[in-house]
């Protein structure tokens, strides 16, 4: 599986970005996706993660109430909705696959590029 996260940008705090990852490969649907972000000096963290059918969804405390997290594995994309975003939410968002885990970045098989999201107080 082959990962593009796109999407980020600048924007003001309170403001919205919808994340995109588009994935290629005939197993999509067969993986967990997940967010991670890492933020400028720490270490990479969970932020929302999506079962392979889209039913079950899990978030950080620090995002539930604010992202959502979705796919659709007809066009082999997943997508992170995140409003009323914080200055601390700053950093680089990546999405990945995984086969059997939400939370733990280290069992996740594949991972994107990254993209950067900035958010100015």
């Known amino acids: 599986v082959q990962l593009q996260a796109s999407g980020g940008g600048l924007v003001q705090a309170g403001g919205s970005l919808r994340l995109s990852c588009a994935a290629s490969g005939r197993t999509f649907s067969r993986y967990i996706m997940g967010w991670f972000r890492q933020a400028p000096g720490k270490e990479r963290e969970f932020a929302a993660a999506?079962?392979?059918?889209?039913?079950?969804?899990e978030y950080a405390d620090s995002v539930k109430g604010r992202f959502a997290i979705s796919r659709d594995n007809n066009k082999n994309m997943v997508y992170l909705q995140m409003n009323s975003l914080k200055p601390e939410d700053t950093a680089v968002y990546y999405c990945a696959a995984s086969r059997d885990d939400y939370y733990t970045s280290e069992l996740y098989d594949y991972w994107g590029q990254g993209t950067l999201v900035t958010v100015s107080s």
């Open positions: 999506v079962s392979w059918s889209g039913g079950r969804t």
